[in-house]
């Protein structure tokens, strides 16, 4: 790749999902009013691709799973703003019928390296002692479907989905966010920006930069990025994708700061503990950009 002056390269390859927050997050980026930012040339790609995209060290820049990052932080690093972190915003396990019982039924997830997936894991474990039967692998927009049609006997939802699966009949069994928060006090880990190690720390610090200036430039006039994010969420309804920014787009989008790097830390350290994903280096999460 060609460098400028600086050493800073003139255009990185970026994979993000179409969801209201990432295009929200990346709409002044993408669109070239970031002053002094390299250009992105952008790929759309559901969570459970991006993260197979990072093992596979295919872009530069990444929004991908917490859950990933012990597979990929050799090769990437994990960027302090731009990502999805929050309270009251976790996956929730949606069923036909109320109070259901999961032992040994199938189950819809998103991704089997999604943090929705990790999470989903701790909360099985202490509440379903017996184990759930089959995990079925599917695109997060398929999923409700499936669950109302009786394809699986219930699904981990994401994004949107905590605002709209009412109208699909279905009822909330459990809400992972809140089983987190509960019992950790920490807020929930749920999609994060990673980059290249191999484009060299000065490119990672504007990287940083550029996408907290994209942050604050969404914020200071979010009418700017309403075309484009409503260009791409699926016909979604335009308060609806309100609501997603408005939940997923908040004070650790900008920085995660100490309470948003333990809640990473704390997710990790424990899914290493019980065997779900293999142990962090100490260094792995060094703060990056700041």
Excluded at 27 to 41: F, I, K, L, Q, T
Excluded at 93 to 110: I, M, N, Q, W
Excluded at 128 to 144: C, K, Q, S, T
Aim: net charge negative; charged share 20%; proline share 8%.
């Amino acid at each position: 790749m060609t460098e400028t002056a600086d050493g800073i390269p003139p255009e990185l390859r970026i994979a993000f999902s179409p969801c209201p927050n990432d295009t929200f997050v990346f709409d002044a980026w993408a669109h070239g009013r970031v002053p002094g930012a390299p250009a992105p040339e952008v790929t759309f790609a559901d969570i459970d691709l991006t993260n197979g995209m990072a093992e596979r060290g295919e872009f530069d820049v990444l929004k991908v799973s917490y859950a990933v990052l012990p597979w990929v932080l050799d090769e990437y690093a994990l960027l302090p703003c731009g990502g999805a972190l929050g309270r009251g915003c976790g996956p929730l396990v949606l069923t036909r019928e109320p109070g259901a019982d999961l032992t040994g039924k199938t189950v819809a997830v998103p991704s089997e390296r999604s943090t929705a997936y990790l999470l989903f894991r701790l909360w099985a474990a202490e509440v379903v002692p017996g184990g759930v039967g089959e995990v079925v692998v599917m695109p997060f927009d398929r999923i409700m479907p499936a669950v109302r049609d009786g394809l699986v006997d219930a699904g981990l939802v994401i994004h949107e989905a905590r605002f709209t699966y009412q109208d699909y009949g279905l009822h909330s069994l459990a809400d992972m966010g809140e089983h987190w928060e509960s019992t950790t006090g920490l807020p929930i880990p749920l999609g994060a920006i990673i980059a290249k190690r191999s484009l060299g720390e000065e490119t990672l610090k504007r990287l940083t930069e550029t996408i907290r200036a994209s942050v604050r430039m969404a914020w200071d006039d979010p009418e700017r990025s309403r075309p484009y994010v409503l260009e791409h969420a699926q016909e979604m309804d335009p308060a609806v994708a309100d609501q997603h920014i408005g939940l997923y787009v908040n004070e650790f989008t900008a920085d995660l700061g100490e309470s948003g790097y333990a809640a990473v830390r704390g997710l990790l350290t424990r899914a290493a503990a019980e065997g779900l994903v293999p142990p962090l280096a100490p260094d792995a999460l060094t703060v990056t950009g700041r």
